[in-house]
C-alpha cells in the first residue's frame, strides 16, 4: 500500500492492540480513496461472532483519519429505533468529531452537502442488525440527507444485509459487500510473530489449534504472552468455544471485579467502574483491561466481546446470583439520575444499559413468554424475501390459535405487503440450520405506515390511536404498533414460550429511547405477562376484537416522558414487584383463613381453571379461575417469594408435574412413599399459612 516498514508496525500494533491481516478489505479501502471521484460508497462488512468486524471497523477508521477524512463510529445498539433519536446520535456524534455544537443539528447536516469532495467522510455503524427497524428509512431518508460524493458507510453485522439493499434500484450499484472469513495459515503466523517470542513449541500449537478464528487466536496468544500453563486441550476449546474459566484464567486478580461490572454493563468508563465497585479505578488497570483480547474500546469506555460476555453472564449468575442482582441495582440506581439529565443520544445509551440489567426481571408469567433459561440465539435478525413462504407457514399456524378464521384473512396479504414495503417491521429467529423458526412484527407508526396498517386492521387501529396520531411525520414517529409473535411448537430443545419469550425481550429494547409500545390482546397469558412489566390495560370500546370469549384490550408501556428509569427500578427491585397479584395473608384482608383440607382440594383442581373459579375471590387481587392457577403456579415455581425450595418441589411434582401420580411424584423428589405423604401435609399446612 505504499508504507514503509514503520508505519506498517504501527498499523499491527495500534494503541495496544495487534492487527493483522485483512490486507483485500483495506486495499478496497485505500482505492477508494485514492478514487478522485469518490463516489458514495457502502461496505458491508459481514461475519460469525469474533471474527473481527469491531477491529476492522477501528482500523478502517483510523487509516480514514489518516487520510485526514472526518471519520465517526456509531454503535448501532446505541441509535435508537426512531428516526428523531437516530439523527440526535448521528449529529452528536459528528458535531464532537468536527469540534462544532450540536444545538443546530440542521446546520450540521447542511455542511455536509456544502463539505469538498477533498475532505472524506466516513461513517461507520457497528452492530448495524440492530437497526433493522429504521431500514427503509436509512436506506431512502437518511442516506438522501449525505451528499452523493465524498462519503464512505460502513455497515458491520452478523448476518448479511437484507435483499431491500441488493435490489435497491440506487444503492445496489453503491454496495460492496465484504464477508470475513477465519486468518489463514500466513495471517496466523503474522499475528504470532507481533507477539514476540513465543516458544516455537506453543506457537505451533496455536497455529494448529485455534483455526484461525481471530478471538481463539488473541486469547491463545495472550495466555502464551503471560506463560499460563493451560492443557493443550484448552487450546482447542479456544477454537469452538470461549469458557468463563479460561477468560477468568487470563485475567489478573485484581481485574475481576471490574470484569465482573463489564459483564452486566454493555460499556463502561473508568469514573463508572470507580462508582460502581467504590473504589478507585487507577489508570494503569483500566489501561490493563484495555489491551485484554476479550476487551475492546468504545467511544464511551470498555466493552467485553459479546461471546465473552454471554459466558462470563453465565459463570456469575451461577457462582453468585444474589451478589449480581445486588450489582445489578446498584449499576440502575447510579445510571437512572444519569438517564435523567442526559442528553437524547446520550440517555439511549444509558437506558440500553438499564435495559440490559432488567431483562432477567421479566420473569413473572411464562405461559406466553418464557425467558427463564439460558439461550444461544443470535439476535432477531430481519427478514429476507427468500424467507417470506416460511413466514406464510408460520403465519398460518399462528392464526389457528390466535384469531377468529374471520379475522385471520388479512394477515396473508398483509405479510405480502409489509414484506414488500416495510420489511424492516419482520424480524426473525433461525434454528441453527438456518431455518425459520420464530417471527416477530412491529410497525413504526406515522402517516406512511398507518395507511397500510388502516387498510388490514381498521378495528385495531381505531382501538389504539386518535386520527391526529396517525398523521404523523416519519422523522417524528415514537410509536411502536405490535402486530403478533408467532414461533413453531415443534423446536428440539425449547418451547413456543420460550422463543416468543426471547423475541418480546428483544423487542422490548425498542424502548429505551423513550418510545411508546401498544397493542390490542386476547390472549389472558398475553395480558398477565405484560401487566407484570408494566404496562397498562384498559378496555376496547367495541367488542370488534374479540376472539370468541376472549374479550380484547388494549395494552400500552409509554415511556416517552422520563418515566423509564422509575420502570426499569420497578422491575429490579424484589420490594417494587410490577405483579397485579400480591400475596397477603388471609388475616391481613379479611378473608377466610385456608386449612390444609381447602388446600389440599383447591390444589386437586389446579389443572382445571374452572374449578378453581369458587376459590379465586379469596385472594387478593385474584380475579378468575385462571388467575388463580397461575398464582398458584408463581408460588409453586419460585417466582412469588414465600414457599420454600423443598415445598416448591414437592407440591409441584405433587399437583402439577406428576398430578394423580404419587408413586412418580415421590420418585422424583427421592423419597419413599410414606415419607413423600409426610412431608406433603407439612408443605400443605405451610402453604395454608402463606394463603
Known sequence: MGKDSESQHEKVVRDGKRFVGRARELMILEQWFENEE??????????????GKSSLLSEMLSIAREREATAIWMD???????????????????????????????????LLKAMPRERRLVIAVDNYEELAL???????????????????????????????????????????????????????????????????????????????????????VEAADQERNLPQADWVELSHMISARLLLELTTPRLHPMVEVLTLLETANQEL??????????????????????????????????????????????????????????I????????????????????????????????????????????????LEPMKQT???????LLEQWCEYSVEPWQAVNYAPFLEELAQRYPEGIVLKRNEQGETIAMFITVLVH???????????????????????????????DTHFALLAAARDDVPGYTREELVGYMVLDRLSLLGDGARAILVATNPHLKLFLRSIGFQMRRTFTRACDRYEDQADVLELDLRSGQFGAWVMSLLHPDLPANPIHPETAAGTGNPIWSDQEVRKMLGHLRSPGELQEYADRITGVKDGIQLQLYILDLLEGRIHGVS????????????????????????????RATFYRHIRTALIRLAKIL
Open 387 to 393: 424467507d417470506l413462504s416460511s413466514l406464510h407457514k
Open 76 to 110: 448501532g445498539r446505541a441509535c435508537g429505533t426512531t428516526p428523531s433519536v437516530f439523527m440526535d446520535y448521528f449529529i452528536s456524534t459528528l458535531g464532537l468529531e468536527l469540534g462544532l455544537p450540536t444545538s443546530n443539528g440542521p446546520h450540521l447536516v447542511s
Open 332 to 379: 440502575a440506581e447510579l445510571l437512572k439520575p444519569l438517564h435523567e439529565q442526559a442528553y437524547s443520544h446520550e440517555q439511549l445509551q444509558i437506558a440500553r444499559k438499564m435495559l440490559l440489567l432488567c431483562q432477567e426481571s421479566m420473569l413473572q408469567f411464562r405461559k406466553y413468554a418464557d425467558v427463564s433459561r439460558d439461550s444461544l440465539f443470535l439476535p
Open 273 to 330: 467502574l470507580s462508582a460502581v465497585l467504590g473504589i478507585t479505578v487507577k489508570p494503569e488497570e483500566y489501561h490493563m483491561l484495555r489491551r485484554m483480547s476479550f476487551i475492546r474500546s468504545a467511544p464511551d469506555g470498555l466493552a467485553l466481546h459479546d461471546m465473552a460476555r454471554v459466558h462470563l453472564m453465565r459463570d456469575f449468575r451461577q457462582r453468585e446470583p444474589y451478589r449480581m442482582q445486588s450489582m445489578r441495582i446498584r
Open 134 to 220: 429504521l431500514e427503509s428509512w436509512f436506506m431512502e431518508v437518511f442516506i438522501a440527507k449525505l451528499h452523493l460524493r465524498g462519503i464512505l458507510i460502513i455497515l458491520a453485522s452478523r448476518p448479511e444485509l437484507s435483499a431491500a439493499w441488493r435490489t435497491h434500484p440506487r444503492l445496489y450499484q453503491r454496495l460492496v459487500q465484504l464477508q470475513l472469513q477465519h486468518f489463514t495459515a500466513d495471517e496466523v503466523t503474522t499475528y504470532i510473530a507481533t507477539a514476540g517470542s513465543l516458544k516455537p513449541s506453543i506457537a505451533g500449537i496455536i497455529t494448529r489449534m485455534t483455526d484461525g478464528h481471530p478471538l481463539g487466536l488473541a486469547l491463545a
Open 645 to 672: 425450595p423443598q415445598d416448591q418441589k414437592l407440591l409441584h411434582a405433587a399437583y402439577w408435574a406428576h398430578a394423580g401420580n404419587p408413586t412418580a411424584a415421590a420418585q422424583v423428589c427421592s423419597m419413599s
Open 447 to 477: 402517516r406512511e405506515t398507518s395507511a397500510l396498517l388502516l387498510k388490514y386492521f381498521p378495528n385495531e387501529m381505531k382501538e389504539c390511536f386518535a386520527p391526529e396520531e396517525l398523521q404523523n411525520d416519519p422523522d417524528e414517529s
Open 38 to 51: 469518490a463516489p458514495m460508497t457502502i461496505f458491508s462488512v459481514t461475519g460469525m461472532g469474533g471474527i
